[in-house]
């Protein structure tokens, strides 16, 4: 089995091919040879280099889905940010991803005592992973309560057979759990926020849950995971 430098040597010769191919304007075959790169040695820039040829052959859906990718591989390499946003320019959809979050920071905004407060809160909207959560000491607070486990499993029940939560989903799902459960206060909606918006916290965490079914429709530089997305990792994560 070939080492490892030498797979990261053959996909960097792959990916010069690549580009000499794509500034010829054979985009097929750059495309095909960035694959081949990616297949070897995935890099941020060969998937960000992929989504440009994708965008010149107008597969804008898939060139997002490559600085997507781009990002998950180095999320400090900046291009396929600024890529996207171009992308979203020329499919017309950046105008809504703004005015979606001043939405959701007039929402926020009342809830936080300062703009860094206000930064904080819309960072829970993208930034999610269910193991970080649970290894923090404030997870293992929450759960040590007893019925907090009763509670998660019962609030996955109901948001997996139900539909997207709004404000008057929210209520719904709440108003069902402390009947079916009994508890109340941070006994109900510590283990609530722990396993949605990532902290136990206060009210302000509920405003975020709110914002998620709808932010994970919009097409941001970094995905929302909305609140099916959010229980099934967690849940996972705990078990």
């Not at 495309?31 to 081949?36: K, M, S, V």
């Not at 960072?123 to 999610?128: A, D, E, G, V």
């Not at 108003?175 to 909606?189: P, Q, V, Y």
Request: proline share 4%; charged share 25%; net charge negative.
């Amino acid at each position: 089995m070939p080492d490892d430098t030498i797979l990261k040597e053959r996909a960097h010769e792959l990916f010069e091919q690549a580009y000499e191919l794509q500034m010829k304007g054979e985009l097929d075959a750059a495309a095909a040879l960035y694959q081949q790169s990616i297949e070897l040695h995935a890099t941020a820039e060969a998937h960000t280099f992929l989504g440009w040829t994708y965008s010149f052959q107008g597969r804008l859906e898939d060139a997002i889905e490559e600085c997507h990718r781009a990002i998950a591989v180095d999320p400090d390499f900046g291009n396929p940010y600024n890529d996207i946003g171009a992308y979203l320019i020329e499919k017309g959809q950046l105008e809504e991803a703004i005015g979606w979050l001043e939405r959701a920071a007039a929402l926020l905004g009342p809830q936080a005592a300062d703009p860094a407060a206000l930064a904080d809160l819309l960072s829970l909207l993208f930034q999610y992973d269910a193991h970080a959560i649970l290894a923090a000491p404030e997870a293992h607070t929450v759960l040590a309560r007893d019925g907090a486990r009763e509670v998660i499993r019962d609030l996955a029940h109901t948001v997996l057979e139900g539909p997207e939560v709004d404000s008057d989903r929210f209520k719904e799902i709440v108003t069902a759990l402390k009947e079916k459960t009994g508890h109340r206060g941070r006994d109900l909606f510590h283990p609530i926020r722990l396993s949605l918006a990532g902290r136990a916290g206060e009210g302000e965490l509920d405003r975020v849950i709110l914002l998620l079914d709808a932010a994970a429709k919009l097409p941001f530089a970094v995905p929302v995971k909305n609140v099916r997305q959010r229980m099934l990792e967690f849940c996972a994560a705990l078990d």
